[in-house]
């Protein structure tokens, strides 16, 4: 073999390396780039799987919330109705010796809860005027239950019915009015719906 022939064949094989470790460092390069991308595109399916679950879970805490809101709307409506039926029916109970009886009873529970002795009644006109012949009676039946030592009418106030019972001085009260009684209901009411409701 001549000179230009080895020349010419170790150029070949010099060609033939350079060729070969190119052909490996771009098969690296393809598979690093590969496991870039791959790393790329599960980063990014990573980030579109967080945003879908936040938009789901905010989506769903707005059902949620609306259907709650519904709910409680619902409930307040079912309340008014009641509230609204059970004044009517308050409005329509008779003057006798039934309401006579109610009266009594919130007059007890006023006086308990006061711890007084002596008391100024404040019922509405009407009732005013009503009460008045049995005064002396329901005093002799409130001071068998507990000591009354005085009872007497106050001022008409404005209420569809019940008492508000003061100390003589009025610097104690207590609301027996059928509507802070229909009030203090309505919050009882709404607090025991709830509570079976599993809201409480």
């Not at 009260?173 to 203090?184: A, I, S």
Request: glycine residues 2%; contains cysteine.
């Amino acid at each position: 073999m001549g000179l230009k022939e080895k020349i010419q064949s170790k150029t070949q094989q010099e060609i033939e390396r350079i060729l070969s470790r190119a052909h490996r460092i771009k098969e690296r390069e393809l598979k690093i780039a590969n496991q870039k991308k791959q790393q790329q595109l599960k980063y990014l399916k990573e980030q579109i799987d967080k945003e879908l679950s936040v938009i789901k879970t905010s989506k769903t805490s707005e059902i949620t919330l609306k259907y709650h809101i519904q709910q409680l709307n619902a409930l307040d409506n079912l309340i008014e109705d009641i509230i609204a039926q059970a004044f009517d029916n308050l409005k329509r109970i008779p003057r006798d010796s039934r309401y006579l009886k109610i009266l009594k009873n919130f007059i007890i529970e006023a006086l308990k809860s006061l711890e007084i002795d002596s008391c100024i009644l404040h019922l509405n006109s009407q009732d005013t005027d009503w009460i008045k012949p049995y005064i002396t009676d329901l005093k002799e039946e409130i001071n068998a239950i507990i000591p009354l030592k005085k009872i007497s009418l106050g001022n008409p106030i404005e209420t569809t019915g019940g008492v508000i019972v003061s100390s003589e001085d009025k610097k104690l009260f207590f609301d027996n009015t059928f509507e802070e009684r229909l009030k203090k209901f309505k919050e009882e009411i709404k607090h025991q719906i709830l509570k079976q409701m599993g809201n409480v």
